[in-house]
Structures are given as C-alpha cells and as structure tokens.
C-alpha cells in the first residue's frame, strides 16, 4: 500500500509529542501542514521563514530522527515557507495556512537537507534608545529596593518582587504582572526587580523597556522588513520587563508579535514582568490570548500608601536628601497628600525648594502654604471613598447604609452609583472597587455598572441623578 504525506507526517508528530512539551508542541507543531511525499523526501508547509529557523535552530535533531524512524537515513524534509506580506503591518505574524482561492500567496520552496545546521541566527538590530547588541538593560539604579518602602499597599507585589529578583523564571510569578494607579510606584518596583537580578545573576540579560517604544520598534521594524531581527533581539533577553503594557490595547499587530516572544521566553524558563494601570481583568481591546497569559502568574496590586507609610516615605526622603524637618510638618504633608507617592515626594521637594531659595525655616506655617498651592496645582484624583461620601449624602443616607447588604431598593441604586462612578473616574480594578464598597466581588461591580448604563438609556429619573452625581463630582 502506496503511503501517503500525511501519514508519514502522523506518526512523526506521534513521536514528536512524546519526546517535548504539550506547549511546546502545540507552538511549533500543529501547524505545520505535510503537502507532498516525494521518494524519502517529505514536504511540508511552515507558515513563515521565522518558523524555519525556530525548527531547525531548536528541533532539527528531533525532527531528523523522527523522519528516519518512518522513510530511513537519508530521509529529507523540504520546507515550503509561506512568505510574510510585508506590505501590510496588520497581517498576523503566524499566517494561516493558505486556501486554494488566494491565488496571492505563493509558497516558497526551501529544499533544505534535514541534517544540515541552520544558518547562524542574523545579529539582532540594534533598537533606538539601546547602545549595543550587548543590550544595556535601561534600567534606573535610582529606582531600586532600598528606597521602595513597604507598607500594607504594596507588600505583596514587593515580597513577589523579591522572590522573582532571587529565582528569576524559577518561581510560579511569571507572567509577574504589578497594577494599580497613577504615581503608585509600578515603574520604580520593575526597575528595582531588575537592578536586583542584575546584581544577584550577573550572567542574565534584563532589560527594561516601555509597551509605547516596543510598540514603535515593532512599526519600525515592519517598515524596514526586519521584523525576524526584532523578534530574535527580544529571544536574547533573560528577564523582559515592559511598563505600561495596556499601551498595547488595540494594536493587533503588536499583540501579536508580543504573544510570540511571551510564548518563546515563557517556555524557555526566562522572566516576564509587566505593569499596567489595571488588572488584567479590566483590560480592554487586549487578545483573550494575552490575557489568559497574563493571568498565569500572580498579578499583584499597588493601591495607595495609608499614613505610616507615608510618613515614613516623607522620612526617607529627607534622610536621603539629607534634610531635617519637624515632626509636626512630615506629619501635616503626610495627612494632606494622599492620592499618590509621585505627588507626595513632589510636596516635599517643593517644600524643601521654597525653604532653601527663600532662606525660610521649614515650618508647619510655610508647609500649609506649599501644601496648599501644590494640591490646587495638582489635578484632583477621585477616591473611591469619597465616592461613596458624595453618593451617600446625595440620597440622605449615610456611608454604612450604602455599604451594607440591605437589598432596598433605593440604596441598592445608590450602592450601584457608588460603583459606576468608582470605575468611571478612578484607575481602581472592579476588585478593588467592590472591596472598598461592602466587601463585593468584581463581579457585583461589572454588573452594577451594566445596570446604571441601561438605567441611564430607560429611566429619566435615574439619568437626572446620574447627572447631578456626575457635576458634584467632578466640578
């Protein structure tokens, strides 16, 4: 009996799947599609020249011994690559398998004998903002552990942070991902992960770099049809960290390409940390496929410093700067500045400034007046509790009601409000939400909020107080 392409091409991928990862196979494997069986010469269709060199760099000999097991030693496996449409920067980096009618698409024929060596690996570009191929890892040695101070906001991303900087790819957080809102300290506990990994495994590659310039890399290197280079620079990098990465919302191009080095680095044992301003739960515009990768690790949350921890903040400022102050005045800034450590170090130094240009003691007086000037000058950030305060005195009950598990009516809309509006104008994750208004889950919030929407579309009453909220609150 005449044996056919795909049956030769069966019992390999049977071998080959008892010998590497489930992953890895599904990666690599499944879409390779076997069109010809020519004497002992196989051929089959790999969707890009970038797959080629991933299979003969990584599975030449596994695919050499499985190809021998079923036409013998001089078998041969010939690759047609469909070749990429450079024109087009939205095309997926994987391209399906052609149909017959897109008569476009021509494959070409790469005859390459199985027991040769790939060709060595071209050397990665060298990206704008990086020196040298020896890649200089961008990050801050400003922004490192000694100056992030724990505290009840940020203990768990900085434990994780610390066990990912001692066993860098070795630890259950990877993906790392650390969330939360403006001016938290997101961008300065990736740098500080870094620095410490760099310091503790002087043989990593780390390198630190924003989703926006990754983003633009990646245009870049489309339009000058080097998008293998790009991909391979990324391949080199023992710990990637990329701040900010809802930056990628919407560009399907660059989640694709992304999904491809996170599947690479991830399978290899090398560390992924991510920051963004939500979980990945509230991502918007972002492939269902990069989400469920996001979530294999831990995603730890950064919410704002209670006033310990912004006194001792403030205290270590100064220390660092070498600067004394009077108890009564860190104390006054630390109760005032609240929304975010950014703005909160930005008072001190103001104060420090105004005291120091204009030869003036750093008093409580002079701190009130800084103080004063930089909260009118810094735009306001809405707190979920005061939210709750604006909703509560609104509809004449008080804060307690609104939280409670009553299901009357009334405050069952107002409790809604307090939700719509906590997502509306704050960065906070609908778990955070939900925790702070009565101890709710994530959930209680995306429904709540799907209910003032409809609310908003049916009922003019509820849209009149939808309105007056929205001016008490914003105005």
Not at 460 to 475: E, H, P
Request: glycine share 4%; proline share 3%; charged share 25%.
């Amino acid at each position: 009996m005449k044996i056919s392409a795909q049956s030769v091409w069966d019992n390999c991928l049977l071998f080959i799947k008892d010998n590497i990862q489930e992953q890895a196979y599904k990666t690599w494997f499944e879409p390779i599609k076997p069109v010809e069986l020519n004497g002992n010469a196989l051929h089959v269709l790999i969707p890009s020249k970038f797959f080629y060199e991933w299979l003969e760099e990584h599975y030449v000999n596994l695919l050499k011994t499985a190809l021998n097991r079923e036409l013998g030693k001089d078998a041969r496996l010939i690759y047609r690559v469909v070749m990429e449409n450079s024109t087009s920067g939205n095309q997926p980096f994987t391209e399906q398998l052609p149909s017959s009618s897109r008569n476009s698409v021509k494959p070409q024929i790469v005859d390459f004998p199985l027991n040769n060596k790939s060709a060595e690996i071209r050397n990665p570009f060298v990206i704008p903002g990086i020196r040298n191929i020896n890649i200089d890892s961008q990050l801050n040695p400003n922004y490192n552990f000694d100056n992030f101070l724990e505290g009840d906001s940020n203990r768990l991303a900085r434990s994780a942070g610390m066990a990912v900087a001692n066993k860098p790819g070795g630890t259950s957080f990877n993906p790392l991902m650390i969330y939360g809102g403006v001016g938290l300290g997101k961008t300065h506990l990736a740098h500080a992960i870094g620095l410490e990994i760099k310091e503790k495994h002087p043989g990593k590659v780390v390198l630190y770099i924003s989703a926006e310039i990754f983003t633009q890399q990646f245009i870049d290197s489309v339009k000058k049809n080097t998008r293998h280079d790009f991909i391979h620079f990324y391949q080199l990098v023992d710990v990637l960290i990329v701040d900010d990465i809802q930056f990628l919302s919407g560009k399907q191009g660059t989640q694709d390409v992304f999904f491809h080095i996170f599947n690479f680095l991830h399978q290899n044992g090398k560390q992924v940390i991510l920051t963004s301003d939500k979980a990945p739960v509230d991502m918007q515009d972002i492939e269902q496929r990069l989400l469920s990768r996001f979530k294999w690790g831990l995603s730890a949350e950064l919410t704002q410093p209670n006033y310990e921890t912004r006194v001792a903040i403030l205290k270590n400022i100064l220390y660092r700067d070498g600067v004394t102050m009077p108890e009564e005045t860190i104390e006054y800034v630390a109760r005032h500045i609240k929304s975010n450590v950014r703005e909160l170090e930005g008072s001190i130094i103001s104060l420090i400034a105004q005291s120091s240009f204009n030869k003036k003691e750093v008093t409580l007086e002079l701190a009130k007046q800084v103080v004063e000037k930089f909260v009118k000058n810094v735009k306001k950030e809405i707190s979920i509790d005061y939210i709750q305060k604006v909703v509560s005195n609104y509809f004449q009950m008080d804060v307690d009601t609104l939280k409670s598990q009553t299901r009357k009516r009334h405050i069952v809309q107002a409790r809604q409000l307090a939700m719509y509006f906590s997502k509306k104008l704050t960065k906070s994750s609908l778990a955070n939400i939900g925790s702070q208004i009565g101890d709710r889950d994530h959930a209680t919030v995306l429904h709540a909020c799907k209910t003032v929407d409809n609310l908003i579309a049916t009922d003019k009453q509820f849209k009149k107080f939808v309105d007056d909220l929205n001016l008490k609150l914003t105005s």
